[in-house]
């Protein structure tokens, strides 16, 4: 059984594209490879994580993929998978490679730690509605919200959900 917390969201599936099976993923993730012939994606399907072979995928733009699955064949069977998310096994990506190919988002459920302050919180939801993402942190019941940027983040240990950071000193007396 594929547990949620071995994989991390690259991306939503639109709307098929064409008659033949294809279907359109839009994702900022450039882990998938078109040349990776045992390529597969995981999606949710009724609460179960369910993995799927990739037969072919070719880029439409920058962050738009047309995905083949194998056996979805018809364009009524794609549609099945219209706006449904993504995604991918964390073990299958490079570790130091790992932070630059996911999304923000794939942060909700990890603690926060900031190298003066301590234990800042559990992320609780991501606010992506503007050019500069925040993390939304649980900081003692009370909402805390923490710019994400790369500059900040000191380390992330996937296995034990925990993101270190290092917070400006002025920052926090905006927060």
Known sequence: MIKAE????IGKFAKPHGVKGEISLVTSCSALEEEDENLYIVCEIDGIFVPFFVE???????TVL????????????VKEFSNIEVYYPIDEFDSNETLGQ????????????????????????????TVNVLFNINHKGKELLLPAVEEFI????????????????GLFDLL
């Not at 047309?66 to 069977?77: G, P, Y």
């Not at 000191?154 to 000193?169: C, H, N, Q, Y």
């Open 56 to 62: 072919s995928i070719r880029y439409k733009t920058d």
């Open 154 to 169: 000191l380390s992330i240990d996937d296995e034990k959900k925990m993101i270190a950071v290092s917070v400006p000193e």
């Open 102 to 129: 996911i999304t923000w988002d794939n942060f909700v459920g990890y603690q926060v730690t900031d190298e003066q302050r301590g234990l800042l919180g559990d992320i609780t939801d991501v606010d992506d509605s």
């Open 66 to 77: 047309l995905v083949k699955l194998e056996n979805i064949d018809t364009e009524d069977a």
């Open 6 to 9: 071995t994989l991390f969201k």
